[in-house]
């Protein structure tokens, strides 16, 4: 079985749960540097996991 990476602190869930999507960090607007250092909400990816839709 394929072993995930870690979650990011801006994640609100594993990849692929179902009700999630990508989405831009609102930390760092996708860059994945905050300050000239990595952004610590995505780990320098500049994505997120969120929760999509209302409910």
Not at 36 to 46: D, H, L, N
């Amino acid at each position: 079985m394929a072993q995930q990476p870690p979650l990011n602190p801006g994640d609100e869930a594993e990849p692929g749960t179902p009700g999630t999507g990508e989405d831009l960090c609102p930390v760092c607007n996708g860059s994945g540097n905050k300050d000239g250092a990595k952004c610590e909400a995505c780990g320098g990816t500049g994505k997120v996991i969120q929760g999509v839709g209302g409910g």
